[in-house]
């Protein structure tokens, strides 16, 4: 769909993040709260902001903005451990005056050309409604488990777990950065995220009471006697009673990471007895998230599982050569990609030794072909090559072919993005 006459798309100057956030509550149908502002500012990457705008003759308008989007720069952690630069898109919103006239469809293209002229070699989101951003080239790399757990169910012991020291405080950027800085860094989960990008950390103290009904954001720390972090979690509890006089409370995580399984049993041992709390919700989660692990009663998460990450590779060969893979293949992918031509065409990934290759074998007979979509699924090792093809997305030449790739791109655990964006 091609943008409507009359508009033009721009970069929007960060002193209009304001005017930005007032299309987004328009689109996402929110009320913008005068104190909620300083919290959606910092919710919003304002240096790196894009939007569509209109002149509106009749009302002596000029350059009122229709569209917004805006990007985050994340570091990704890929199977192997690197950490690759992504953009992370969020804040995406037409106004409802204004949609089906091909805004995000320009936005779209200007976002996937800012990111490969930055270096950034997948765009990754969150989506609002899971069917608008396929038509893109975002396919669906990972899963997330939101779970529900009961006050008190009981967690398998683990050595260590009673050395570690536990402080739950109200958020303070200043204090906490640091923490979630430093934990983000070490967690080795593919799709997770790492917060050099000082927008990016910030974000995570954002708190507008539109998200709650309860007590502002704290921060639960886990940390070696040393000082050393090794877990958080931004929760906030919201109080109630039940019929009969019981407390019945309810603790919600913002986000939550641990790295190490002394760690987590720390961190949900303190979530899993605060006093008059009945219930701790918690997302996102892996869909094998140690805490699955730990509870003697795996059922009692009752954990619903909805999309999490959701990937766009913009520059192949970096993307491909930047992970590592299962198993040693050698392999001819044949890739369409109608909007960022130069991933369109056949690929000779070569993985010998745990050494990543990827060149261009336009003559070359292809083993596996598929869209870049689904090249994006299957990129963390979250979404297998074999069930892409057992719905028809991806074809192989044959089985033997299709078992060799599958295999190679699968990782050793799920992956997660852990960080609401
Ligand atoms: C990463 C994030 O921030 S996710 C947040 C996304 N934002 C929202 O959901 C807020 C509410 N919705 C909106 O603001 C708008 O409807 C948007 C951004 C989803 C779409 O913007 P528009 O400018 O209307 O999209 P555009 O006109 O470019 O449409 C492009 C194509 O996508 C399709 N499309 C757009 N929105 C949707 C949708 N919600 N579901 C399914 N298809 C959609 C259109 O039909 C069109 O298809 P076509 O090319 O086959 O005709």
Known sequence: MSLAPGYRLIDVAPSRVGEVLRVASWAFADELKDEDLPHWEIMTPASRMLGVEIDDASRGTVGTLAGVAATFRFGMRVPGGAEVPVAGLTGVGVHTGHRRRGLLTAMMAAHLEDARRRGEVASALYAAE????????????????????????????????????????????????????????????PGSMTLADPEALAARFADPSVR?????????????????????????????WGDDALPDGVVTTQELAALDAAAAHRLWSVLLDIDLMGTVTADPLALDDPLLHLLEDPRSARARVFDNLWLRLVDLPAALEARTYAADVDTVLEVDDPLVPDNTGRWHLT?????????????????????????????????SLAALASAGRVIARDAAALELASAAFGAAVAPVCNLHF
């Open 212 to 240: 709650h009904q309860s007590e502002p954001l704290r921060m639960l720390t886990v940390t070696t006697p040393d000082g050393d972090p090794r877990a958080f979690a931004m929760l906030r509890r919201r109080s109630a």
């Open 130 to 189: 899971t069917s608008i951003y396929q038509r893109f080239g975002y396919g669906l790399a990972s899963w997330q488990a939101t779970v529900r757990v009961p006050r008190g169910a009981g967690l398998r012991p683990v050595p260590g777990s009673e050395d570690l020291l536990v402080a739950i405080e109200p958020v303070d950027p200043a204090r906490h950065g640091p923490v979630i800085s430093s934990v983000q860094a070490r967690l080795t989960r």
């Open 351 to 383: 993985v010998d030794g745990g050494d990543a290759r990827v060149a261009a074998a336009p003559e070359a007979a292809p083993d596996v072909r598929l869209g870049i979509a689904d090249l994006g699924a299957a990129y963390l090792g979250g979404t």
